[in-house]
Nanobody, 119 residues
Framework: QVQLVESGGGLVQPGGSLRLSCAASGSIFSAYAMGWYRRVPGKQRDMVAVITSGGNTNYADSVKGRFIISRDNVKNTVDLQMNSLKPEDTAVYYC?????????????WGQGTQVTISS
């Protein structure tokens, strides 16, 4: 059974940085695209960043140039480095595994980690 466990959320001031990490188990990690989604209360979950099994990345326009997604296929982890954080980045962030190697269709979700940007 696939398990995705996020860590690294918290409270940060605007302009600060946070690094989220997701540890995956229960599947051949390197065979699947991975991603981070987020949800603001009352809204649907939106894609933040995805990375294919080969390391190609794609970002939501709202985070381009500020966030970096990376993966380690030996440690079975996927990280999200978040810089220049804004109050509108406040959300619950979810680690997601795709059904596919390149294209992204969410198949498994972590439990989520809260990120709050506030002074």
């Amino acid at each position: 059974q696939v398990q995705l466990v996020e860590s690294g959320g918290g409270l940060v001031q605007p302009g600060g940085s946070l690094r989220l990490s997701c540890a995956a188990s229960g599947s051949i990690f390197s065979a699947y695209a991975m991603g981070w989604y987020r949800r603001v209360p009352g809204k649907q979950r939106d894609m933040v960043a995805v990375i294919t099994s080969g390391g190609n990345t794609n970002y939501a326009d709202s985070v381009k140039g500020r966030f970096i997604i990376s993966r380690d296929n030996v440690k079975n982890t996927v990280d999200l480095q978040m810089n220049s954080l804004k109050p509108e980045d406040t959300a619950v962030y979810y680690c997601v595994q795709s059904r596919y190697r390149v294209s992204f269709e969410p198949a498994y979700w972590g439990q989520g980690t809260q990120v709050t940007i506030s002074s």
